[in-house]
């Protein structure tokens, strides 16, 4: 592993309540309101990061679970700084980069690279594969011709390409094998951490294995973690050590990966849990089955999030937003009914 | 590792001439009619305005070869004219032919740098507005509004009014008039790009703005640029006669195939037709053939089309 270490046990990365809004009302005429005879013109804010902590170790695999739209994408864009967080923190190696500009993130950008969701649009079609792969590379090191030639083979060797797509470009290639360019790209620098953003949901399932097992076998080889995001929980159950559950921007559950796949406590866990098919069960009972819509993260929804769906609410979930609790185990959740303090909801 | 290095062999790779003639472009291309007349007639002007005046008998602007018992010579098919002349000569004797000649080399020079200028700086103004977005974006684009909103033949009057004559000035007036279809294509196609995962990976791995936009966004908005600038460089020599036949274009030293329809159109309607009609049509073949080159590429590039 390249670059000093710091302390054994201080997380690789470590976020801090992070905030991700977006203005996205437009331009004053487009905000202008008319209405009982008053002109306002309100501004229309999407909450996509809603107040999310996490860490991540040396070697370790976060996984993030989510439906579409529950901010994941975004949590793992910010963390890699393609969006400007407003609010919370951000550190590597004890680092905080939350506000570091551009020249400053020079160095952190060796330390974390990221693999993107779609294999067509994440290469540039007009590069050759070994300007693609080795740009992080010549970014940062710089490095002479004969010198990244040497390691671009070297890392299309590593992702299970042949030497000879050396000089091809993207068009040439099937989605997996784009994938595993993209991967080629990411391990250039030798990064300690890699945010994986839905890395095999656009392949085909035959596809999504092969890809999944070479992430893993690369991570064994290399000793780095991933944040892996996906929708998919038998992909975030194969491949991670722990899961984070997000809703609406929220971070709802997380805990060691065997504990929430056998004792999920967030009801909302639980129905996401039921409504994965497996193969040989049945359906869950049909209380576990959510009905209604994820609510606007324009107009977040008073107290807890999940509130309107939930099955379980009461009283206190419209007045008061629960906050991540470790309830033992490893194991936290952000909700009424398994805080300490009232373990017996009334009624 | 070294050994790994793969054996790309330069023989068995067909050159790029080869692999141009196997592409489907050039196939597409073989079978177009309008293409190759198209083509055909752009490269015989190339070929005229480059040879041309080594051929031609005359220098039409070499006072010393002019010969004014020559003036007004019908061309070599009508009765009175002469081997000489083909085309006929004009009030000073100058041989049509030759002055066409050197009149359509003013004009390609001045239709081709134009374009290259329009292109240079409305490629620069479409990525800076599409890359950077906000106030920057709405200013340039504002402009580019404006300068659309006013017939573009207005506009160079205006800047030649306001400038004075001459091939500089016409330059910057056809530059100032044809940047906006750049800026407006490239903007929209930067748009597009910019929102690509591609240009996220290059920002996450480190490159500054600068050269993700010349490195990544620009190779990929230049395709439909082929086709604005071949179309503009027709537009541009129309606009250029026109400024010249108004009399705000290139100086009389240096004539193009506008000033001489220009200094054919006193005597048109005694009867001395050809001084003027020879030039509107050589003027009306070049941008014709330009236009059926346009139309092709505009079919060939465009996978919407296809």
């Known amino acids: 592993m390249n670059g000093v270490k710091t302390a054994e046990n201080a997380p690789l990365l470590e976020v801090r309540d992070l905030e991700q809004r977006f203005d996205v009302s437009g331009s004053l005429i487009d905000r202008l309101r008319f209405s009982g005879g008053r002109v306002s013109a309100p501004r229309r804010i999407v909450h996509a990061v809603n107040g999310v902590s996490l860490s991540i170790r040396r070697g370790e695999v976060l996984g993030i679970v ?33 506000h570091h500009d551009f020249t400053q993130m020079r160095p952190v950008r060796r330390k974390m690279q990221m693999i993107f969701q779609d294999p067509y649009a994440s290469l540039n079609p007009r590069q050759k594969v070994r300007d693609i792969i080795m740009e992080p590379y010549l970014e940062s090191q710089g490095g002479s011709v004969p010198d990244r030639t040497e390691r671009a083979l070297a890392l299309l060797e590593k992702v299970g390409l042949g030497t000879e797509h050396l000089d091809r470009y993207p068009h040439q290639f099937s989605g997996g094998q784009r994938q595993r360019i993209g991967i080629a790209r990411s391990l250039s620098v030798q990064p300690d951490l890699i945010i994986a953003d839905e890395p095999v949901s656009a392949l085909d399932v035959s596809i999504q294995a092969q890809i999944l097992n070479l992430l893993m076998d690369l991570k064994d080889e290399f000793g780095f973690s991933y944040l892996f995001i996906t929708h998919d929980l038998s992909v975030v159950r194969h491949i991670s050590d722990r899961i984070g559950v997000m809703y609406l921007g929220f971070m709802v559950e997380t805990g060691p990966t065997g504990t929430i796949f056998s004792a999920p406590k967030h009801p909302y866990t639980r129905a996401l849990l039921a409504a994965a098919p497996q193969l040989g069960t049945k359906l869950g009972p049909a209380t576990e089955q959510l009905g209604g819509e994820v609510p606007s993260a324009i107009d977040l929804p008073r107290g807890c999030p999940f509130r309107q769906r939930c099955p379980l609410a009461f009283a206190r979930c419209a007045e008061e937003r629960p906050v991540l609790v470790p309830v033992g185990g490893g194991q936290s959740v952000a909700c009424h009914l398994h805080e300490p303090a009232i373990a017996e909801p009334a009624a | 590792m070294a050994s790994s290095r793969p054996v790309i062999s330069a023989t068995l790779r067909p050159s790029r001439l080869r692999r141009f ?34 051929i031609v008998s005359q220098n039409p602007y070499d006072v010393a070869q002019l010969d004014l018992m020559a003036a007004f010579k019908p061309p070599v098919w009508l009765e009175g004219g002469s081997s000489e002349f083909w085309l006929g000569t004009d009030g000073q004797g100058r041989d049509v032919l030759a002055s066409i000649v050197y009149g359509s080399r003013i004009s390609l020079v001045i239709g081709l740098v134009a374009m290259g200028g329009a292109c240079l700086l409305g490629t620069t103004l479409g990525l800076i507005a599409g890359f950077y977005g906000g106030r920057l974006d709405a200013f340039i684009m504002r402009i580019a509004d404006i300068q659309l909103s006013f017939p573009s033949v207005l506009t160079a009057l205006f800047l030649m009014s306001a400038f004075g004559t001459g091939l500089d000035k016409v330059l910057i007036a056809l530059i100032s008039v044809g940047w906006v279809v750049y800026a407006r294509t490239v903007r929209g196609s930067t748009l597009r790009e910019t929102q690509k995962e591609y240009v996220q990976a290059a920002r996450v791995s480190g490159l500054p703005n600068r050269r993700i936009i010349l490195r990544h966004v620009l190779p990929n908005v230049l395709t439909p640029l082929i086709v604005v600038a071949t179309i503009q460089v027709g537009t541009f020599v129309l606009i250029e006669a026109s400024l010249s036949f108004l009399g705000v274009g290139v100086p009389v030293t240096q004539p193009s195939l506008g000033l001489l329809i220009k200094n054919g159109f006193d005597v048109l309607f005694s009867g001395l037709w050809w001084v003027s009609i020879f030039p509107g049509l050589f003027i009306m073949l070049l941008v014709f053939g330009i236009n059926l080159l346009g139309d092709f590429l505009r079919d060939e590039l465009n996978p919407r089309l296809k």
Request: contains cysteine; negative net charge.
């Open chain 1, 66 to 98: 989510g439906e579409s739209g529950c901010g994941k994408s975004t949590l793992a864009k910010t963390i890699v700084k393609l969006n400007e967080p407003t609010a919370g923190q951000i550190l590597i190696d004890g680092e905080d980069i939350t």
């Open chain 2, 21 to 54: 003639f196997a592409s489907e472009f050039f196939h597409n291309y073989k079978r177009n009619l309008s293409a190759v007349l198209g083509s055909l007639i752009v490269f015989l002007f190339l070929a005229m305005v480059t040879a041309g005046p080594f």
